[in-house]
């Protein structure tokens, strides 16, 4: 069963930046779009970002301008550059990846802490 494995998460301090890493444990083929989605305690997962095979991309407002994903095609990794972070963006961030069969893949989620 292939997985997708994230990295790059962990505690920063406000107005600070982390980058996110995501690719998959083995090969998956077809992948259209790529996304990274965020979890509160208490609050339901939503979309953060998300890119597509032609390398559109649509942002949550909340993190519009601040937050920037990229991907790597040949790699199949998918990154989320995170600046001026604040701590609403405090979450366990998941990212997935979104055949064009329709088949999705999760990881199994990294912590952003945003803390003084």
């Known amino acids: 069963q292939v997985q997708l494995v994230e990295s790059g998460g962990g505690l920063v301090q406000p107005g600070g930046s982390l980058r996110l890493s995501c690719a998959p444990s083995?090969?998956?083929?077809?992948?259209?779009?790529m996304g990274w989605y965020r979890q509160a305690p208490g609050k339901q997962r939503e979309l953060v970002a998300i890119i597509i095979s032609g390398g559109k991309t649509t942002y949550a407002d909340s993190v519009k301008g601040r937050f920037t994903i990229s991907r790597d095609n040949a790699r199949n990794t998918v990154f989320l550059q995170m600046n001026s972070l604040k701590p609403e963006d405090s979450a366990v961030y998941y990212c997935?990846?979104?055949?064009?069969?329709?088949?999705?893949?999760w990881g199994q989620g990294t912590q952003v802490t945003v803390s003084s």
């Open positions: 083995g090969s998956i083929i077809d992948i259209n779009a």
């Open positions: 997935n990846f979104r055949t064009y069969y329709s088949r999705n893949y």
